[in-house]
């Protein structure tokens, strides 16, 4: 008995077939809108509002109706253009004073860190007398916010005459530095993460109580 060969399947040498309509071409980036130069009104205009800050002042100064000042101001800080200028002025200008006054953020802390803890004795001398003011030290000269000085006289008429003079030394707040440094340390971050539980507040207002703060 003869055996007969399996039948071949036929293969398909066609290649397949690629959808080109799912390959769609990446989407071009708008391009950005063209910005027009600004006049030479919108340049006063910047160079008024830096100097004032007053966007209907600025408008006035750089030539615009006081009418209609209010409105151009407005409309002139919503131009990017305009608002990128007055960005960068006011940058700069904050450099320049920054490099003429030698302000930085060190300074400022020292500042606010010697009248914070300022020591009142260092005012007087050994024997309890005040010091003048060439001879404090330097936290301490810092605390001095302002001096008034009374005249005392005695006598009257043509025998009025100066006897003296009354010192009184105006002191920096020493509790407002303390807490300007306590903000910038964080130290009230707990007070501040405190919240009011709401079944003690309602409980308060039916009994006339004030709320309990309870920790989170």
Same mark, same amino acid.
């Given at each position: 008995?003869?055996?007969? @060969?399996? /039948?071949?399947?036929?293969?398909?040498?066609?290649?397949?077939?690629?959808?080109?309509? @799912?390959?769609?071409?990446?989407? &071009?980036?708008? +391009?950005?809108?063209?910005?027009?130069?600004?006049?030479? !009104?919108?340049?006063?205009?910047? +160079?008024?509002?830096?100097?004032? !800050?007053?966007?209907?002042?600025?408008?006035?100064?750089?030539?615009?109706?006081?009418?209609?000042?209010?409105?151009?101001?407005?409309?002139?800080?919503?131009?990017? +253009?305009?608002?990128?200028?007055?960005?960068?002025? *006011?940058?700069?200008?904050?450099?320049?004073?920054?490099?003429?006054?030698?302000?930085?953020?060190?300074?400022?802390?020292?500042?606010?860190?010697?009248?914070?803890?300022?020591?009142?004795?260092?005012?007087? %001398?050994? /024997?309890? &007398?005040?010091?003048?003011?060439?001879?404090?030290? %330097?936290?301490?000269?810092?605390?001095?916010?302002?001096? %008034?000085?009374?005249?005392?006289? &005695?006598?009257?008429?043509? %025998?009025? !005459?100066?006897?003296?003079?009354? /010192?009184?030394?105006?002191? +920096?707040?020493? /509790?407002?530095?303390?807490?300007?440094?306590?903000? *910038?340390?964080?130290?009230?971050?707990?007070?501040? &993460?405190?919240?009011?539980?709401?079944?003690?507040?309602?409980?308060? !207002?039916?009994?006339?109580?004030?709320?309990?703060?309870?920790?989170?």
């Amino acid at each position: 008995m003869k055996k007969t @060969a399996p /039948k071949k399947t036929p293969v398909n040498k066609t290649a397949p077939k690629v959808n080109t309509s @799912a390959q769609k071409k990446p989407k &071009e980036a708008p +391009a950005a809108p063209e910005t027009k130069p600004l006049t030479r !009104r919108n340049a006063a205009f910047v +160079a008024e509002y830096l100097k004032c !800050r007053n966007a209907t002042q600025a408008a006035i100064r750089a030539g615009y109706s006081p009418d209609t000042a209010k409105q151009q101001g407005s409309r002139l800080l919503t131009n990017a +253009a305009i608002r990128a200028l007055i960005d960068q002025g *006011h940058n700069e200008l904050i450099e320049q004073v920054k490099q003429e006054t030698g302000i930085s953020l060190e300074r400022t802390l020292r500042e606010i860190a010697r009248i914070g803890y300022f020591d009142p004795r260092k005012l007087f %001398d050994a /024997k309890g &007398e005040p010091l003048p003011i060439t001879e404090l030290d %330097d936290d301490t000269a810092a605390v001095i916010a302002g001096l %008034d000085v009374l005249e005392e006289w &005695e006598g009257s008429g043509e %025998d009025r !005459r100066l006897v003296g003079y009354v /010192k009184k030394w105006k002191l +920096a707040d020493k /509790k407002g530095a303390l807490d300007m440094l306590m903000k *910038h340390l964080g130290g009230y971050k707990v007070d501040n &993460e405190q919240k009011v539980d709401p079944i003690a507040s309602l409980l308060a !207002r039916v009994g006339g109580k004030s709320a309990i703060p309870v920790q989170k």
